[in-house]
């Protein structure tokens, strides 16, 4: 079993940033891929970004390449992502997810936090 818990979400203005970070106390962390996903109220959950299990391969959304880093420390047990130049359509709820398949599918995901709101002001 691998509990996730995201932080660091919160209200930002359109141009700024936010670091996002999901951790676990599972011993198993390292063994996983990791994902994030937003979600708007009454839409499916869109792929944001993920990483293989040492961070050497890495998968990005169009809407947020070049924004978005997505970023592993298996000695801490956490993964994070780096959000820059936050636009509006950003805003949603996002969710971390670990998998055993590196992939942009939330249905290749084992488990999910409970999530973490992102809210940009324009």
């Known amino acids: 079993q691998v509990h996730l818990v995201e932080s660091g979400g919160g209200m930002v203005q359109a141009g700024g940033s936010l670091r996002l970070s999901c951790t676990t106390s599972?011993?198993?962390?390292?063994?996983?891929?990791m994902g994030w996903f937003r979600q708007a109220p009454g839409k499916g959950r869109e792929f944001v970004a993920a990483?293989?299990?040492?961070?050497?391969?890495?998968y990005y959304a169009d809407s947020v390449k070049g924004r978005f880093t997505i970023s592993r420390d298996n000695s801490k047990n956490t993964v994070y992502l780096q959000m820059n130049s936050l636009k509006p359509e950003d805003t949603d709820a996002y969710y971390c997810?670990?998998?055993?398949?590196?992939?942009?599918?939330?249905?290749?995901?084992?488990?999910w936090g409970q999530g973490t709101r992102v809210t940009v002001s324009s």
């Open positions: 599972a011993r198993t962390f390292r063994e996983y891929a």
């Open positions: 997810a670990a998998g055993r398949l590196t992939s942009r599918a939330p249905h290749d995901y084992t488990y």
């Open positions: 990483l293989n299990y040492n961070g050497a391969t890495t």
